[in-house]
């Protein structure tokens, strides 16, 4: 399948159609048969005397204990330095071999390398390309055609980014939900992501729309132009190990379940051909993942739950199939979820969970091409850029990574996390091309309480207290926040690497009940989300900064909905 990806986007200067994909072609296929090797050239950066290149070659043929790939230039463009392949350069003809630590090609595996040149005048991709010896023929850039491999869902006709050009679906549940709120219809029209938080919501429970009542309504909106529906793919057996308000109704070693009763249901729907004209995003498993680095073994935040997930491997089987199974289908992007600065920018989270991330990409049959991207702060509330204070100041003799908020954490807001966490995705064996969401549904933290300037340079923690955006007690607080605000509304391609801001938590949506309540759904009592409650290692023995008389996890929370809006940054108008 053609799933070429544009790796920067806004913000850097990107040569339009500067990427192709090349897919070696069996000669009696009639060009539609095995399709031996795919190959994936990007110019990522490019000025007037150079520019820099990321090429990623998939093997779909026996697999290779070593690997060698050329091609020519139709220009002047020299190599002048590259990474992770041995480069060199005779005339216009270059050759990129394997480093002894990449050798092994398996098949379906795929590498990536990348390298600096210099030209003048025209920097065309090339034409042609060989992988010892097989040729490959440049493709027309996305579109289903002659060289396009069908695939087990027929020819794809992914676009680099689904929500460049398109409208993104409104659910018209949660839109009457805010609407009627007083001021909500402010915000009623914003898109929002559709939640599949247990098996009943595929058919629909309790009233609500079924995944088919939603695509046939998106449909209907979708008009004549492209439209965006985002789906949150969120029931894996022992769901969620560390928090209890979001706990599922699969227990922990049912993962034939998750596979025969959730994950194919959803696939023959989105199969069908009824809706092969929408873009279907999906974010894969919620929190799942990032459990298990940091919330498992020796550490001080372990939580029994976890430990049992991790030994089991059902989070890791479970988002492999649905990575696979999904990813089966032309017109569905697959978007992982990367937890947020404030849980894996830690040095010792940061490399694992993209290690993690790689072996779930690749368990039940899935591919890395399975994945379009990675979805970071979803449902949470972390700053997308703050503004008063970086990573790099120095106050009263300390850096800002020894104040207390920061805690030596990398990173201090979600736009730079994100941008470095896909470059550390990318270094682990994902596809250079891959973007990433950012749900801005309620990290906007505007309101009176937001700070118009640096904090007091008294000492480091009064200078990133008084300065920071962010006004939870600690950045591991993620229950219905006192305080938050609506973040930034839904756009496209708003930074480089970013595909979209989106909104793929509803905001008005509990996160949790803040009292224990009855429920036929799974869902337990988290102290969390008690506003009494003092805290766990998980946010160092703070206060929860929950807001009281919280309803279940997924119900309408009107207070809560209310103070979003009166909080909103950018403020509404």
Not at 2 to 16: E, G, H, N, Q
Not at 233 to 240: F, V
Request: charged share 15%; glycine share 12%; with cysteine.
């Amino acid at each position: 399948m053609s799933r070429t990806r544009t790796a920067l986007l806004a913000a850097m200067a990107l040569v339009a159609g500067a990427t192709g994909t090349a897919f070696a072609v069996d000669p009696g296929s009639a060009g539609i048969a095995a399709v031996p090797c795919t190959v994936d050239y990007k110019i990522q950066n490019q000025w007037s005397t150079g520019f820099t290149a990321a090429v990623t070659v998939t093997n779909n043929s026996a697999a290779k204990s070593s690997w060698s790939l050329k091609w020519s230039y139709a220009g002047n463009q020299q190599v002048t330095s590259g990474w992770n392949a041995k480069l060199s350069q005779s005339g216009a003809a270059v050759t990129a071999a394997n480093e002894s630590y990449n050798a092994q090609l398996s098949t379906g595996a795929s590498v990536s390398f990348g390298f600096q040149g210099s030209y003048s005048g025209s920097n065309a991709i090339p034409a042609t390309f060989t992988l010892d010896g097989v040729t490959c023929n440049v493709d027309d850039g996305g579109n289903p055609g002659p060289t396009d491999p069908p695939g087990p869902g027929g020819p794809s006709n992914r676009v680099d980014n689904p929500y460049a050009g398109a409208k993104v679906y409104v659910n018209p549940e949660w839109s009457a939900k805010a609407a009627a709120e007083p001021g909500g219809s402010r915000v009623s029209s914003q898109p929002t992501g559709v939640w599949l938080d247990r098996t009943a919501a595929i058919n629909g429970a309790g009233g609500k729309m079924g995944l088919r009542a939603h695509l046939d309504e998106a449909l209907r909106q979708k008009g004549s132009g492209e439209l965006v529906v985002q789906l949150v793919i969120y029931n894996l057996p022992g769901r969620d190990c560390s928090a209890l308000a979001s706990n599922g109704e699969l227990k922990p070693d049912e993962i034939g379940r998750y596979k025969t009763e959730y994950i194919d249901p959803i696939k023959a729907i989105l199969a069908d051909s009824k809706y092969s004209s929408l873009r279907i995003v999906t974010t894969v498993e919620i929190d799942s993942l990032p459990n298990l680095v940091t919330n498992t073994g020796s550490r001080p935040t372990a939580v029994p739950q976890c430990d049992v997930m991790k030994a089991n491997g059902n989070y890791v089987k479970g988002v492999g199939y649905a990575l696979n199974k999904l990813g089966d289908v032309p017109n569905v992007y697959n978007y992982v979820d990367a937890g947020h600065h404030g849980w894996i920018g830690w040095d010792d989270n940061f490399g694992p969970s993209a290690t993690l991330f790689k072996e779930a990409a690749t368990a039940e049959g899935a591919t890395v091409n399975d994945v379009h991207g990675f979805i970071t702060n979803t449902a949470n509330y972390s700053a997308l850029k703050e503004n008063n204070f970086t990573i790099n100041d120095n106050v009263a003799g300390k850096s800002v990574r020894e104040s207390k908020w920061v805690d030596w954490n990398r990173y201090v807001d979600e736009l730079s996390f994100a941008q470095g966490f896909r470059n550390q995705l990318v270094s682990a064996g994902f596809n250079s091309g891959i973007g990433m969401l950012i749900d801005t549904s309620r990290n906007g933290w505007g309101g009176a309480a937001r700070p118009t300037g640096p904090g007091a340079q008294t000492s480091v923690d009064t200078y990133v207290d008084g300065g920071r955006y962010d006004r939870r007690i600690h950045p591991g607080n993620w229950c219905n926040q006192s305080g938050a605000g609506l973040g930034e509304r839904p756009k496209a391609a708003p930074a480089a690497g970013i595909d979209a801001y989106v909104w793929m938590k509803p905001p008005g949506e509990s996160d949790g009940s803040s009292k224990a309540i009855p429920n036929d759904e799974g869902k337990g009592f988290d102290r969390m989300c008690d506003p009494t409650y003092e805290g766990n290692p998980r946010n160092n023995n703070h206060m929860s900064g929950a807001l009281p008389d919280a309803p279940l996890s997924g119900q309408w929370f009107s207070a809560q909905f209310r103070q979003l809006m009166q909080n909103a940054y950018p403020p509404l108008s």
